[in-house]
């Protein structure tokens, strides 16, 4: 649907970083030097998403939405940062973010959502290894990747989701991810915490042990309990086509509600204000997630 871009070193990088395509001490020190080197040469951090990039979302200005900053915790005593917007709305959202946890781009995600009229929750993935604190920029985000586990992620989830059902036990929740997010929404469907659908953005649905001790999403999907939608970049190198593709397929054999949306030659994180050339996909994804939601609340 796009003309293709060009694959630099901020692309490599964040392929890396974001779909860890190895957890050997060896590749922790080349993705440390791929990193440096693109800061370097860009003159910024590098992530899923660059330190000054924004939700391709319209602002919708005078919205009723108060914010703040939380510590929530969990069943298992874990206490973990979130960020909160709240508007006077009957269905909820809960942002699970890339591997980098709860930053910028995610508080103002979970803004957009409450402004267009859903509370909305976004969690931070670190609070058993990095603490509630907020921190710097250029923080060395992986060990604390690699130690997260699928058991803490999912009693996390679950405690954001009892937030964002606290004045309302039969909210309707749905679970939007970025990432390291995007399969970790997709794991929800699968694990049982009570959410009415998920949506994943550029997730691996084939990847196991990401978070530890998960199998692949793929192998999953006969516990799928609740709708499930992908949107997927056709051209992300860390994630063929084919795979989005048996992913598909996958939830289809076993008659489960679920779409995987590849967005030809569009890159990973392509859901970017400042990725303009892919503002008409952005925008889709934005209106397939309303419709998503809608269709199952």
């Known amino acids: 649907m796009r003309g ?13 970083c974001c779909e860890g395509q190895a957890e050997s001490p060896a590749f922790h020190a080349a993705y440390l030097l791929l990193r440096d080197t693109a800061r370097l040469s860009a003159g910024g951090n590098n992530m899923c998403f660059d330190i000054d990039s924004s939700p391709p979302i319209p602002h919708i200005h005078g ?8 510590t929530l915790t969990a069943r298992d005593g874990n206490r973990f940062a979130a960020f909160s917007a709240e508007a006077p709305g009957d269905v909820a959202v809960l942002v699970l973010p890339d591997v980098r946890g709860l930053f910028k781009f995610y508080e103002e995600l979970t803004l957009r959502f409450a402004e267009h009229g859903f509370d909305a929750l976004a969690i931070d993935y670190f609070g058993r290894t990095a603490g509630v604190s907020k ?21 996390d989830v679950r405690a ?10 039969k909210k309707p929740v749905f679970i939007v991810g970025f990432c390291f997010g995007g399969s970790n929404a997709w794991h929800m469907a699968a694990s049982d915490v009570g959410c009415n659908g998920v949506v994943g953005f550029y997730g691996h649905p084939d990847k196991a042990d990401f978070p530890s001790g998960a199998p692949p999403v793929i192998s999953r999907v006969d516990d799928f309990s609740c709708p499930v939608l992908g949107l997927q970049g056709g051209d992300d190198p860390g994630i063929p086509v084919e795979v989005d593709e048996r992913f598909a397929d996958a939830m289809e054999a076993a008659g489960k509600d679920g779409e995987v949306v590849v967005y030809d030659n569009a890159p990973h994180s392509f859901f970017d204000r400042k990725y303009e050339e892919f503002a008409e996909d952005s925008a889709d994804s934005w209106n397939r997630i309303l419709g998503f939601i809608e269709s199952n609340t």
């Open 135 to 155: 921190r710097p920029n250029d923080w060395d985000f992986w060990p604390d990747v690699t130690a997260t586990t699928i058991s803490g992620i999912e009693s």
């Open 63 to 70: 919205g009723s939405v108060t914010h703040e900053d939380l």
């Open 4 to 16: 293709s871009r060009s694959i630099d070193t901020h692309i490599d990088v964040v392929a890396i």
């Open 160 to 169: 954001g989701i009892d937030h964002l059902r606290r004045t309302d036990p």
